[in-house]
């Protein structure tokens, strides 16, 4: 199928051939309940024993921008009249991506969902941003910029911790458990999927295409923090 490069807003939805709608609704359900992904992890158990009073206030801030990403996505879902209320109660263990499902057990893993994770989440919505379908990219902007300081205090957080071997230690485990769950992210290379997503312009980038983007990304930031880069297909469940 050639691409598809029309421009869609909410009025034409109802005229697009399944497929298209199918795969929008699928990809907005998703991005919805992950943007809680954050909050439902950190908000209890981190926020208030966060070790500086700046930390708190960014985790808190970051909490606060995640669940105004979720209304943002949700809204553009009750614009055609799919209603995904029902995702604000959903808890940690019911995600419906795997990668949210874990706690964060320690300082360093909090960091490390920053800097992994949030940067995971910030591929996706920059892929976004062109999509055929125009009210979605036109929330992506403000929303990407707020993702790069979850981003930012992620690696700040690390960073800190890589001033002692013990904390270096203890990023280490953190990125050795985290990595593999952040490629796991961009989901199954052999995606047919994947490859519907781009044909309908709704996603710019293959799930492959964007993992090998990711890759390139982030172990340079990880050689930069003095730690071992994880094996890239160790431990991975969707390859
Ligand atoms: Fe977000
Ligand atoms: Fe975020």
């Known amino acids: 199928m050639p691409l598809f490069t029309d421009r869609i807003e909410a009025k034409d939805f109802p005229k697009m051939p399944k497929e298209y709608q199918d ?7 998703i991005q919805t309940d992950s943007e809680l992904g954050g909050p439902d992890l950190y908000v209890e158990r981190w926020i208030r024993v966060a070790p500086t009073a700046e930390d708190q206030m960014l985790l808190a801030k970051t909490a606060a921008e995640e669940i105004d ?8 879902l009750a614009e055609i009249g799919v209603d995904v209320s029902y995702l604000l109660k959903s808890r940690r263990e ?3 991506l795997e990668t949210f499902r874990y706690p964060l057990e320690t300082w360093a893993e909090m960091g490390m969902f920053g800097l992994l994770i949030d940067r995971v989440g910030g591929f996706h919505l920059h ?9 979605l990219g036109r929330i992506i902007p403000d929303i990407v910029r707020e993702e790069k300081m979850h981003i ?4 700040k957080i690390t960073r800190e911790l890589c001033q002692t071997e013990e904390g270096k230690a203890q990023a280490q485990a953190a990125l050795d458990k985290m990595y593999p769950r952040a490629l796991d992210m961009f989901g199954l ?7 519907q997503f781009k044909e309908w312009g ?5 799930n492959q295409q964007c993992r090998l983007d990711y890759i390139a990304e982030v172990d340079p930031i990880i050689e930069e923090l003095g730690l071992r880069i994880p094996d890239p297909l160790a ?4 390859l």
């Open 23 to 29: 795969l929008l609704v699928r990809v907005l359900t």
């Open 69 to 76: 990403h979720h209304r943002k996505f949700r809204n553009i």
């Open 94 to 96: 019911e995600k419906i």
């Open 127 to 135: 892929d976004f941003a062109e999509s055929t379908y125009l009210p």
């Open 152 to 155: 930012w205090h992620g690696l």
């Open 189 to 195: 290379s052999s995606s047919r999927r994947s490859d």
């Open 202 to 206: 709704i996603k710019q980038r293959t």
């Open 235 to 238: 431990n991975r469940k969707y």
